[in-house]
């Protein structure tokens, strides 16, 4: 896969060398700094560069895409910096015999269920109101590293998802997705027969998980829309995910909102959550959103979670304007007392030129009734120079 990969894109430049092409792309820079408490009396400064590189090379249907950054530590060596990722590093044709478009090498995949990366091939079959899609390949290695998987047989992802809107009004989706990942493997301290710390190779196994999920949307122009997905997990025989959202707007200058969904979740490998005790969650929220007018829109959501013994409760205000938003929300039950207040605002002056922002929250938080209740206090404020439309300069602080 990886000579694949490689032939492909010196193809893809050999055949544009002598033809016009268009490049464009997008690099940004910045530099931030945190401090880190590693106890109470001792902490530690650091400043962080990130330079990030977008480019597209195009000609005719086609292109090569790539997106990477540089991270960067300026205050002290660690041991991980500097690291260099790649998201994007493939080749795209569009437009093949007018149906098909191929997609070969490391690029993002869109899934509910597992997203993220993969080293390998997307094909995608599109015909009037059908459409079909295939894609397998590699897992991406830690840190985004430029390195293929050397395992495929314990380290790949497979699926495809099938979709028509041949039905007026309507959208069906069936997918299908199987994902075999390798952890990595680490030296750990452990205790011999005689209670001596020895060093050992920690192996785990690959680990896999396949679902298969459907989709039903349907559409009223202008008055009512509805969106449901049901995810079944092949590996244990149930259901893993069901979700129902519905709109409705016919009103002038109101629409209703309508949540639901069910999660049976799962801990399939080595993780800290598995101290946790997890089940079974349900959860219901109803919500509308009223327009004064231009420039103020009013938004109300109440939802209750119901977990297996418990149940917890959640109520969000806020007003929308084109200055900025205020939010309240109200966390009550088994996930803890939360009363929070945010504002943001961000406004454009000299035509561009100027945007100054600046946010701030209130949160007070505590586990039960008769708990310590825990503040928080944040700041944040910035500034977005753009003297020329080719870049601009963004300055930000929070505490």
Known sequence: MKKIIFYSISLFFIVTS???????????????????FDSVDASQTYFHAYEMLALNLNKDNYSLRTYLNFESDLSQDLKDYPRLRFYNLYFEARK?????????????????VA???????????????????GYYGGNVPAYQKLEVTK?????????????????????????????????QEYMATRLDADLNPIQVLIENKSNQYQFASAEVSYEMPKTFTVDTRYDYDLNFMQTSKFEVYGTYDKPEKIDFNLYYNYRCPKIRYNSIFSVFDYGNTQE????????????????????????????????????????????????????GEMDAVSL?????????????????????????????????????????????RTYHLIFRASI
Do not use: C, H, M
């Not at 098909?100 to 090498?105: D, E, Q, R, S, Y």
């Not at 993220?116 to 459409?131: A, C, M, Q, S, T």
């Not at 030129?353 to 910035?382: I, R, V």
């Open 115 to 133: 997203g993220g990366l993969f080293d390998g091939i997307n094909v995608d079959f599109k015909k009037e109101d059908y459409k079909v899609t």
């Open 151 to 183: 395992n495929w047989n314990d380290d790949f992802i497979a699926g495809g998802k099938f979709v028509t809107t041949a039905l007026q009004d309507f959208r069906f989706g069936l997918s299908y997705i199987n994902k075999n990942f390798k952890s």
């Open 284 to 335: 219901i929220e109803a919500g509308a959103n009223y327009k004064l007018n231009q420039i103020f829109t009013f938004t109300g959501k109440v939802a209750n979670v119901t977990y297996s013994d418990e149940n917890s409760q959640r109520i969000t205000v806020g007003a929308i304007t084109n200055y900025g938003s205020l939010t309240y929300r109200k966390n009550l039950g088994y996930a």
């Open 96 to 112: 093949v015999l007018d149906a098909f478009t191929l997609k070969l090498g490391r690029q993002p995949i869109i899934n509910s």
């Open 18 to 36: 002598g033809y016009g092409q268009n490049l464009n792309g997008r690099f940004s820079s910045a530099i931030y700094s945190f401090e880190r």
């Open 344 to 388: 943001y605002s961000a406004y454009t002056f000299l035509e561009g030129f100027l945007t100054p922002s600046l946010g701030l929250s209130f949160t007070n938080y505590k586990l039960s009734d008769d708990a310590e209740t825990d503040n928080l206090t944040t700041l944040l404020a910035g500034v977005n120079i753009r003297p020329y």
